[in-house]
Protein backbone atom coordinates (compact mmCIF):
# COMPACT_ATOMS: atom_id res chain seq x y z
CA UNK A 1 0.00 0.00 0.00
CA UNK A 2 1.69 3.51 -1.25
CA UNK A 3 1.00 5.92 1.66
CA UNK A 4 0.79 9.69 1.11
CA UNK A 5 4.73 10.86 1.48
CA UNK A 6 5.14 13.91 1.70
CA UNK A 7 8.50 14.85 0.17
CA UNK A 8 10.88 17.32 2.38
CA UNK A 9 11.37 20.26 2.13
CA UNK A 10 14.84 21.82 3.12
CA UNK A 11 17.77 24.43 1.92
CA UNK A 12 19.71 22.97 -0.53
CA UNK A 13 23.09 21.82 1.10
CA UNK A 14 25.28 22.52 -1.70
CA UNK A 15 26.08 25.07 -3.71
CA UNK A 16 30.05 27.36 -3.51
CA UNK A 17 27.59 30.82 -3.32
CA UNK A 18 25.42 29.47 -0.80
CA UNK A 19 22.76 31.13 -3.47
CA UNK A 20 21.53 28.28 -4.74
CA UNK A 21 20.36 28.62 -8.29
CA UNK A 22 21.48 31.52 -9.91
CA UNK A 23 22.05 34.88 -8.05
CA UNK A 24 18.30 36.33 -9.03
CA UNK A 25 17.61 38.44 -6.10
CA UNK A 26 13.47 37.59 -6.96
CA UNK A 27 12.38 35.20 -9.06
CA UNK A 28 9.63 37.54 -10.50
CA UNK A 29 12.59 40.12 -11.55
CA UNK A 30 14.10 36.84 -13.18
CA UNK A 31 10.67 36.25 -15.09
CA UNK A 32 10.60 40.00 -16.38
CA UNK A 33 13.89 39.67 -17.48
CA UNK A 34 13.43 36.45 -19.43
CA UNK A 35 10.53 38.15 -20.97
CA UNK A 36 12.47 41.35 -21.72
CA UNK A 37 14.68 39.45 -23.16
CA UNK A 38 12.22 37.09 -25.40
CA UNK A 39 11.89 41.04 -27.07
CA UNK A 40 15.77 41.28 -27.72
CA UNK A 41 15.95 44.09 -24.95
CA UNK A 42 19.98 44.69 -24.52
CA UNK A 43 19.71 46.44 -20.84
CA UNK A 44 18.20 42.49 -19.89
CA UNK A 45 20.33 41.15 -22.12
CA UNK A 46 23.03 42.33 -20.09
CA UNK A 47 21.13 41.82 -16.43
CA UNK A 48 20.71 37.87 -17.41
CA UNK A 49 24.28 37.79 -18.31
CA UNK A 50 25.33 39.44 -15.29
CA UNK A 51 23.65 37.28 -13.08
CA UNK A 52 24.36 33.94 -15.03
CA UNK A 53 27.63 33.91 -16.48
CA UNK A 54 30.05 33.28 -13.57
CA UNK A 55 28.09 29.85 -12.95
CA UNK A 56 28.07 29.18 -16.79
CA UNK A 57 31.10 29.69 -16.85
CA UNK A 58 32.19 27.39 -14.34
CA UNK A 59 30.74 25.08 -15.34
CA UNK A 60 31.65 25.02 -18.75
CA UNK A 61 35.36 25.59 -17.42
CA UNK A 62 35.14 21.94 -15.92
CA UNK A 63 32.86 20.76 -19.00
CA UNK A 64 35.29 21.51 -21.57
CA UNK A 65 38.61 23.09 -20.32
CA UNK A 66 39.83 26.44 -19.64
CA UNK A 67 41.36 26.50 -23.07
CA UNK A 68 38.51 26.69 -25.08
CA UNK A 69 36.17 27.71 -22.19
CA UNK A 70 35.64 31.45 -23.22
CA UNK A 71 34.59 30.80 -26.98
CA UNK A 72 32.11 27.91 -25.78
CA UNK A 73 31.04 30.48 -22.78
CA UNK A 74 29.96 32.75 -25.80
CA UNK A 75 28.53 30.63 -27.15
CA UNK A 76 26.44 29.37 -24.95
CA UNK A 77 24.98 33.09 -24.21
CA UNK A 78 24.10 33.40 -28.09
CA UNK A 79 22.36 30.75 -28.33
CA UNK A 80 20.52 31.24 -25.09
CA UNK A 81 19.62 34.68 -26.34
CA UNK A 82 18.98 33.41 -30.04
CA UNK A 83 16.55 30.53 -28.79
CA UNK A 84 15.00 32.61 -25.84
CA UNK A 85 11.42 32.50 -27.89
CA UNK A 86 11.90 28.54 -27.10
CA UNK A 87 12.01 29.06 -23.15
CA UNK A 88 8.46 28.68 -22.30
CA UNK A 89 8.08 30.01 -18.87
CA UNK A 90 7.68 26.40 -17.27
CA UNK A 91 11.35 25.93 -15.90
CA UNK A 92 13.06 28.60 -14.27
CA UNK A 93 15.00 30.66 -16.80
CA UNK A 94 18.40 29.85 -14.85
CA UNK A 95 17.61 25.85 -15.65
CA UNK A 96 17.30 26.77 -19.00
CA UNK A 97 20.76 29.09 -19.40
CA UNK A 98 22.11 26.00 -17.76
CA UNK A 99 20.25 23.29 -20.16
CA UNK A 100 22.01 25.49 -22.83
CA UNK A 101 25.00 25.58 -21.57
CA UNK A 102 25.16 21.95 -21.09
CA UNK A 103 24.47 21.65 -24.36
CA UNK A 104 26.67 23.50 -26.11
CA UNK A 105 29.96 22.32 -24.24
CA UNK A 106 28.69 18.39 -24.91
CA UNK A 107 28.39 19.27 -28.55
CA UNK A 108 31.84 21.17 -28.03
CA UNK A 109 33.32 18.04 -26.57
CA UNK A 110 31.61 15.43 -29.24
CA UNK A 111 33.29 17.70 -32.17
CA UNK A 112 36.68 17.95 -30.45
CA UNK A 113 36.45 14.02 -30.23
CA UNK A 114 35.53 13.97 -34.42
CA UNK A 115 37.43 16.32 -35.62
CA UNK A 116 40.52 15.02 -33.06
CA UNK A 117 41.95 18.51 -33.35
CA UNK A 118 43.20 17.55 -29.82
CA UNK A 119 44.19 14.40 -29.41
CA UNK A 120 44.91 14.65 -25.51
CA UNK A 121 41.83 15.42 -22.75
CA UNK A 122 41.46 18.46 -21.66
CA UNK A 123 44.00 19.95 -18.85
CA UNK A 124 42.40 20.10 -15.16
CA UNK A 125 41.68 23.46 -14.39
CA UNK A 126 44.46 24.37 -11.94
CA UNK A 127 47.56 23.59 -13.74
CA UNK A 128 50.06 25.31 -11.40
CA UNK A 129 50.68 21.56 -9.84
CA UNK A 130 53.02 19.84 -11.79
CA UNK A 131 52.88 16.78 -9.81
CA UNK A 132 50.61 15.01 -8.18
CA UNK A 133 52.27 14.75 -4.82
CA UNK A 134 51.75 18.29 -4.59
CA UNK A 135 48.55 18.33 -5.13
CA UNK A 136 45.92 19.09 -2.85
CA UNK A 137 42.56 17.79 -2.73
CA UNK A 138 41.00 20.93 -5.08
CA UNK A 139 43.44 20.16 -7.40
CA UNK A 140 42.94 15.96 -7.27
CA UNK A 141 39.10 16.89 -7.60
CA UNK A 142 39.58 18.69 -10.45
CA UNK A 143 41.77 15.84 -12.39
CA UNK A 144 39.19 13.44 -11.21
CA UNK A 145 36.30 15.58 -12.90
CA UNK A 146 38.21 16.07 -15.90
CA UNK A 147 38.26 11.94 -16.52
CA UNK A 148 34.99 11.26 -15.53
CA UNK A 149 32.35 10.60 -18.19
CA UNK A 150 30.71 14.66 -19.60
CA UNK A 151 27.14 12.89 -19.15
CA UNK A 152 27.77 12.30 -15.28
CA UNK A 153 30.23 15.69 -14.97
CA UNK A 154 27.49 17.32 -16.06
CA UNK A 155 25.12 16.15 -13.29
CA UNK A 156 27.90 15.96 -10.56
CA UNK A 157 28.45 19.80 -11.52
CA UNK A 158 25.11 20.82 -11.12
CA UNK A 159 24.44 19.27 -7.74
CA UNK A 160 27.35 19.98 -6.26
CA UNK A 161 28.31 23.07 -7.37
CA UNK A 162 25.73 24.59 -8.65
CA UNK A 163 23.08 23.13 -5.67
CA UNK A 164 20.52 22.51 -7.93
CA UNK A 165 17.58 19.92 -7.01
CA UNK A 166 17.21 16.69 -8.74
CA UNK A 167 13.79 18.39 -10.45
CA UNK A 168 16.00 21.15 -11.73
CA UNK A 169 18.82 18.68 -12.81
CA UNK A 170 16.60 16.46 -14.74
CA UNK A 171 15.23 19.79 -16.08
CA UNK A 172 18.47 20.84 -17.49
CA UNK A 173 20.22 17.63 -18.94
CA UNK A 174 16.81 16.40 -20.22
CA UNK A 175 16.50 13.08 -18.35
CA UNK A 176 14.12 11.67 -16.25
CA UNK A 177 13.99 12.58 -12.76
CA UNK A 178 13.88 9.35 -11.50
CA UNK A 179 17.55 8.99 -13.20
CA UNK A 180 19.48 11.71 -11.89
CA UNK A 181 20.01 9.77 -8.39
CA UNK A 182 21.40 7.43 -10.43
CA UNK A 183 23.92 9.43 -12.57
CA UNK A 184 24.57 10.66 -9.75
CA UNK A 185 25.63 7.82 -7.18
CA UNK A 186 27.92 6.66 -10.34
CA UNK A 187 29.23 9.55 -10.79
CA UNK A 188 29.88 10.09 -7.14
CA UNK A 189 32.15 6.54 -7.17
CA UNK A 190 33.98 6.86 -10.00
CA UNK A 191 35.08 9.90 -8.20
CA UNK A 192 35.74 8.56 -5.21
CA UNK A 193 37.60 5.77 -7.14
CA UNK A 194 40.14 8.61 -8.80
CA UNK A 195 40.24 10.41 -5.79
CA UNK A 196 41.43 7.41 -2.99
CA UNK A 197 44.37 5.86 -6.09
CA UNK A 198 45.42 9.55 -5.43
CA UNK A 199 45.88 9.05 -2.08
CA UNK A 200 42.60 11.03 -1.15
CA UNK A 201 41.42 10.13 2.41
CA UNK A 202 44.39 7.89 3.60
CA UNK B 1 15.77 -2.36 3.19
CA UNK B 2 19.23 -4.23 2.07
CA UNK B 3 22.45 -2.67 1.35
CA UNK B 4 21.89 -2.96 -2.35
CA UNK B 5 18.56 -1.01 -2.11
CA UNK B 6 20.20 1.94 -0.06
CA UNK B 7 23.18 1.93 -2.28
CA UNK B 8 21.04 2.61 -5.18
CA UNK B 9 19.17 5.73 -2.94
CA UNK B 10 22.12 6.49 -1.59
CA UNK B 11 22.81 9.85 -3.05
CA UNK B 12 19.06 11.04 -3.06
CA UNK B 13 19.18 10.30 0.58
CA UNK B 14 22.46 12.83 1.22
CA UNK B 15 20.63 15.20 -1.40
CA UNK B 16 17.51 14.99 0.38
CA UNK B 17 15.74 13.46 -2.80
CA UNK B 18 13.76 10.88 -1.08
CA UNK B 19 10.23 10.99 0.56
CA UNK B 20 10.31 10.78 4.14
CA UNK B 21 8.90 7.58 3.81
CA UNK B 22 12.10 5.99 2.29
CA UNK B 23 14.25 8.73 3.78
CA UNK B 24 13.53 6.84 7.32
CA UNK B 25 14.36 3.29 5.98
CA UNK B 26 17.72 4.34 4.58
CA UNK B 27 18.52 6.20 7.98
CA UNK B 28 17.26 3.18 10.01
CA UNK B 29 19.84 0.61 7.64
CA UNK B 30 22.83 2.98 8.03
CA UNK B 31 21.99 3.45 12.16
CA UNK B 32 22.35 -0.66 11.81
CA UNK B 33 24.89 -1.20 8.99
CA UNK B 34 28.79 0.49 9.40
CA UNK B 35 29.82 -0.36 5.50
CA UNK B 36 26.62 1.78 4.50
CA UNK B 37 27.34 4.32 6.82
CA UNK B 38 31.14 4.31 5.82
CA UNK B 39 29.64 4.99 2.18
CA UNK B 40 27.36 7.58 3.23
CA UNK B 41 30.22 9.34 5.07
CA UNK B 42 32.71 8.90 2.06
CA UNK B 43 30.12 11.19 0.00
CA UNK B 44 29.52 13.53 2.24
CA UNK B 45 33.36 14.34 2.40
CA UNK B 46 32.99 14.46 -1.58
CA UNK B 47 30.19 16.93 -1.10
CA UNK B 48 31.97 18.96 1.46
CA UNK B 49 35.37 19.14 -0.63
CA UNK B 50 32.97 19.47 -3.71
CA UNK B 51 32.58 23.25 -2.04
CA UNK B 52 35.76 23.98 -1.54
CA UNK B 53 36.32 24.55 -5.63
CA UNK B 54 37.54 27.54 -6.34
CA UNK B 55 35.50 29.81 -9.21
CA UNK B 56 37.63 30.36 -11.86
CA UNK B 57 37.59 33.96 -12.74
CA UNK B 58 35.73 34.66 -15.73
CA UNK B 59 37.33 36.96 -19.01
CA UNK B 60 36.38 40.39 -19.47
CA UNK B 61 35.99 39.64 -22.93
CA UNK B 62 33.51 37.45 -23.12
CA UNK B 63 30.58 39.90 -23.05
CA UNK B 64 33.00 42.37 -25.02
CA UNK B 65 32.61 40.24 -27.84
CA UNK B 66 29.14 38.66 -27.15
CA UNK B 67 27.55 42.55 -26.99
CA UNK B 68 28.30 43.17 -30.91
CA UNK B 69 26.91 39.74 -32.09
CA UNK B 70 23.76 40.63 -30.04
CA UNK B 71 22.71 43.86 -31.10
CA UNK B 72 22.81 42.48 -34.78
CA UNK B 73 20.03 41.60 -36.99
CA UNK B 74 18.96 37.85 -37.15
CA UNK B 75 17.04 38.33 -40.02
CA UNK B 76 18.84 39.96 -42.52
CA UNK B 77 22.34 38.84 -43.85
CA UNK B 78 24.20 42.28 -45.60
CA UNK B 79 27.54 41.16 -45.23
CA UNK B 80 29.70 38.09 -45.65
CA UNK B 81 31.58 39.48 -42.86
CA UNK B 82 28.90 39.90 -40.82
CA UNK B 83 28.09 36.07 -41.65
CA UNK B 84 31.28 34.97 -40.46
CA UNK B 85 31.50 37.05 -37.36
CA UNK B 86 28.18 34.98 -36.13
CA UNK B 87 28.52 31.18 -37.65
CA UNK B 88 32.34 30.93 -37.41
CA UNK B 89 34.73 30.45 -34.52
CA UNK B 90 37.72 31.60 -34.06
CA UNK B 91 39.24 28.21 -35.65
CA UNK B 92 36.94 28.32 -38.48
CA UNK B 93 38.32 32.21 -39.06
CA UNK B 94 41.85 30.82 -39.28
CA UNK B 95 40.33 28.29 -41.47
CA UNK B 96 38.63 30.38 -43.83
CA UNK B 97 42.05 32.22 -43.56
CA UNK B 98 43.92 29.47 -45.08
CA UNK B 99 41.10 29.08 -47.48
CA UNK B 100 42.01 32.69 -49.02
CA UNK B 101 45.65 32.19 -49.18
CA UNK B 102 45.29 28.74 -51.32
CA UNK B 103 42.64 29.88 -53.50
CA UNK B 104 43.24 33.52 -53.83
CA UNK B 105 41.09 36.16 -52.94
CA UNK B 106 37.80 35.75 -54.65
CA UNK B 107 36.60 32.50 -53.01
CA UNK B 108 34.42 34.59 -50.75
CA UNK B 109 32.04 36.75 -53.19
CA UNK B 110 28.48 36.43 -53.91
CA UNK B 111 27.46 34.47 -56.43
CA UNK B 112 25.62 36.51 -59.23
CA UNK B 113 22.95 34.21 -60.59
CA UNK B 114 21.47 34.94 -63.74
CA UNK B 115 17.97 32.99 -64.28
CA UNK B 116 16.85 32.93 -67.57
CA UNK B 117 15.47 29.67 -67.83
CA UNK B 118 11.59 29.75 -66.43
CA UNK B 119 11.65 26.38 -64.47
CA UNK B 120 14.87 27.85 -62.68
CA UNK B 121 12.58 30.92 -61.60
CA UNK B 122 9.67 28.60 -60.77
CA UNK B 123 12.15 26.84 -58.94
CA UNK B 124 13.92 29.49 -57.25
CA UNK B 125 10.42 30.99 -56.38
CA UNK B 126 8.83 27.78 -54.60
CA UNK B 127 12.07 27.39 -52.14
CA UNK B 128 12.27 30.98 -51.79
CA UNK B 129 9.02 30.07 -50.09
CA UNK B 130 9.76 26.77 -48.69
CA UNK B 131 12.74 28.36 -47.08
CA UNK B 132 10.89 30.89 -45.44
CA UNK B 133 8.51 29.17 -43.76
CA UNK B 134 10.93 26.42 -42.63
CA UNK B 135 13.04 27.96 -40.13
CA UNK B 136 9.79 28.79 -38.40
CA UNK B 137 7.27 25.97 -39.22
CA UNK B 138 9.08 22.82 -41.16
CA UNK B 139 5.23 21.00 -41.40
CA UNK B 140 4.15 23.86 -43.86
CA UNK B 141 6.87 24.17 -45.28
CA UNK B 142 6.63 20.57 -46.46
CA UNK B 143 3.37 21.16 -47.71
CA UNK B 144 4.67 23.68 -49.73
CA UNK B 145 7.20 21.49 -51.11
CA UNK B 146 4.67 18.62 -51.33
CA UNK B 147 1.72 20.17 -53.03
CA UNK B 148 4.62 21.79 -55.80
CA UNK B 149 6.35 19.11 -57.16
CA UNK B 150 4.08 15.93 -56.38
CA UNK B 151 5.75 14.21 -53.70
CA UNK B 152 4.77 11.91 -51.89
CA UNK B 153 6.13 10.00 -48.32
CA UNK B 154 7.94 6.80 -48.68
CA UNK B 155 10.58 4.28 -46.72
CA UNK B 156 14.52 4.44 -47.74
CA UNK B 157 13.87 0.99 -49.31
CA UNK B 158 11.30 2.36 -51.86
CA UNK B 159 13.41 5.43 -52.50
CA UNK B 160 15.82 3.40 -53.23
CA UNK B 161 14.48 1.56 -55.68
CA UNK B 162 12.59 4.35 -57.58
CA UNK B 163 16.00 6.46 -57.70
CA UNK B 164 18.15 3.34 -58.52
CA UNK B 165 20.62 4.76 -55.48
CA UNK B 166 20.77 4.50 -52.30
CA UNK B 167 20.14 7.65 -50.93
CA UNK B 168 22.99 8.45 -48.55
CA UNK B 169 20.89 8.73 -44.89
CA UNK B 170 20.43 5.17 -45.83
CA UNK B 171 23.49 4.71 -44.17
CA UNK B 172 22.67 6.38 -41.36
CA UNK B 173 23.14 9.97 -40.00
CA UNK B 174 24.98 11.89 -37.50
CA UNK B 175 24.99 11.16 -34.24
CA UNK B 176 22.30 12.21 -32.44
CA UNK B 177 20.57 12.91 -35.43
CA UNK B 178 17.18 10.69 -35.97
CA UNK B 179 15.22 9.91 -39.17
CA UNK B 180 11.73 11.53 -38.98
CA UNK B 181 10.51 10.97 -42.63
CA UNK B 182 11.35 10.20 -46.03
CA UNK B 183 9.63 11.94 -49.27
CA UNK B 184 10.16 11.76 -53.12
CA UNK B 185 9.73 15.02 -54.96
CA UNK B 186 8.92 15.20 -58.76
CA UNK B 187 11.43 18.19 -59.67
CA UNK B 188 11.67 19.66 -62.83
CA UNK B 189 15.45 18.33 -62.78
CA UNK B 190 15.03 14.52 -61.37
CA UNK B 191 13.52 12.98 -58.90
CA UNK B 192 14.80 13.82 -55.43
CA UNK B 193 15.21 11.87 -52.29
CA UNK B 194 14.03 14.27 -49.27
CA UNK B 195 15.11 13.14 -46.07
CA UNK B 196 13.86 14.98 -42.83
CA UNK B 197 15.33 14.12 -39.65
CA UNK B 198 15.88 15.97 -35.82
CA UNK B 199 18.94 16.68 -34.49
CA UNK B 200 19.43 16.42 -30.59
CA UNK B 201 17.69 19.92 -30.09
CA UNK B 202 14.27 18.40 -31.97
CA UNK B 203 14.89 21.25 -34.58
CA UNK B 204 14.17 19.28 -38.16
CA UNK B 205 17.19 19.01 -40.81
CA UNK B 206 16.10 18.44 -44.36
CA UNK B 207 18.11 16.34 -46.29
CA UNK B 208 18.15 16.82 -50.13
CA UNK B 209 19.88 14.48 -52.55
CA UNK B 210 19.86 15.66 -56.22
CA UNK B 211 21.56 14.76 -59.25
CA UNK B 212 22.92 18.13 -60.59
CA UNK B 213 24.06 20.92 -58.43
CA UNK B 214 21.23 23.54 -57.44
CA UNK B 215 22.06 26.97 -57.16
CA UNK B 216 18.71 28.49 -57.67
CA UNK B 217 17.69 26.64 -54.68
CA UNK B 218 18.62 29.91 -52.72
CA UNK B 219 17.41 31.98 -55.43
CA UNK B 220 19.66 35.10 -54.71
CA UNK B 221 20.93 34.87 -51.14
CA UNK B 222 24.57 35.61 -50.39
CA UNK B 223 26.37 32.43 -49.59
CA UNK B 224 29.96 31.67 -49.09
CA UNK B 225 31.84 29.17 -50.26
CA UNK B 226 33.71 27.26 -47.73
CA UNK B 227 36.02 24.07 -47.03
CA UNK B 228 33.94 21.93 -44.24
CA UNK B 229 35.71 18.55 -43.32
CA UNK B 230 37.92 19.49 -46.61
CA UNK B 231 35.17 19.37 -49.01
CA UNK B 232 34.39 22.73 -50.53
CA UNK B 233 30.72 23.48 -49.23
CA UNK B 234 28.38 26.50 -50.18
CA UNK B 235 26.50 28.00 -47.05
CA UNK B 236 23.77 30.24 -46.77
CA UNK B 237 21.94 31.92 -44.46
CA UNK B 238 18.10 31.29 -43.42
CA UNK B 239 16.62 32.92 -41.18
CA UNK B 240 19.16 31.95 -37.96
CA UNK B 241 19.52 28.46 -39.57
CA UNK B 242 21.63 27.76 -42.35
CA UNK B 243 21.62 25.67 -45.63
CA UNK B 244 24.43 24.30 -47.11
CA UNK B 245 25.57 22.18 -50.06
CA UNK B 246 27.95 20.12 -51.61
CA UNK B 247 28.78 17.03 -54.20
CA UNK B 248 28.96 13.57 -52.25
CA UNK B 249 30.25 11.17 -54.89
CA UNK B 250 28.44 12.29 -58.59
CA UNK B 251 25.58 13.40 -56.45
CA UNK B 252 24.51 16.95 -54.72
CA UNK B 253 23.67 17.27 -50.81
CA UNK B 254 21.88 19.88 -49.93
CA UNK B 255 20.83 20.22 -45.86
CA UNK B 256 18.28 22.98 -44.56
CA UNK B 257 17.94 24.20 -40.71
CA UNK B 258 21.82 23.56 -39.58
CA UNK B 259 22.35 25.55 -36.56
CA UNK B 260 25.54 26.56 -37.27
CA UNK B 261 28.23 25.41 -39.76
CA UNK B 262 29.76 23.13 -36.79
CA UNK B 263 26.39 20.89 -37.66
CA UNK B 264 26.93 21.22 -41.50
CA UNK B 265 30.72 19.66 -40.88
CA UNK B 266 29.14 17.08 -39.14
CA UNK B 267 27.21 16.37 -41.74
CA UNK B 268 29.61 16.50 -44.41
CA UNK B 269 32.71 14.56 -42.46
CA UNK B 270 29.31 11.64 -41.62
CA UNK B 271 28.31 11.07 -45.36
CA UNK B 272 31.85 11.25 -46.58
CA UNK B 273 33.19 8.51 -43.78
CA UNK B 274 30.37 6.64 -44.49
CA UNK B 275 30.89 6.55 -48.56
CA UNK B 276 30.88 3.17 -50.22
CA UNK B 277 34.04 5.17 -52.11
CA UNK B 278 36.04 5.49 -49.06
CA UNK B 279 36.06 1.86 -48.09
CA UNK B 280 37.43 0.46 -51.33
Known amino acids: ?202 | MNCSEVHDRLSAYHDNELSSDESALVSAHIAECSSCAVELASFERLSALSRRLTDPPVPKHIWEELQPKLAEPTETLKLPTWFLSNHLTSKHLALAATVLIAFGVGVLSYFNLTLHLDHDQHLAMNFSQYLEEFSEQPDTAQQILLTKYDGRPTTLQEATRVLGYEPVAARGLPEDCVLDKVYLLNMPCCTCAQVMCKNKEGQSIAIFEHAIDQPVWFGDKPKVECLCHDTPTSVTQIGNRLAATWKEGERYITIIGATDLDEVTEFVAHFQETSPAKSL
Not at chain 1, 53 to 79: C, E, K, P, S, W
Not at chain 1, 91 to 98: F, K
Not at chain 1, 126 to 152: F, G, H, I, T, Y
Open chain 1, 1 to 202: MKSASTRRIEPLAASNSGEGMLAWVDMQEAAAVAEACQQGDPVAQRRLYDVSHQNVYRLIVRMVGLQDAADVTQQAFLQAFRKINQFSGRSQIGTWIYRVAVNEALQHLRKRKRRHFEALEHEPMDRSAASRENMDDKELLEQALAQLDPELRSAFLLREVEGLSYREIADALEIPEGTVGSRLNRARLELKQHLSEQGWGS
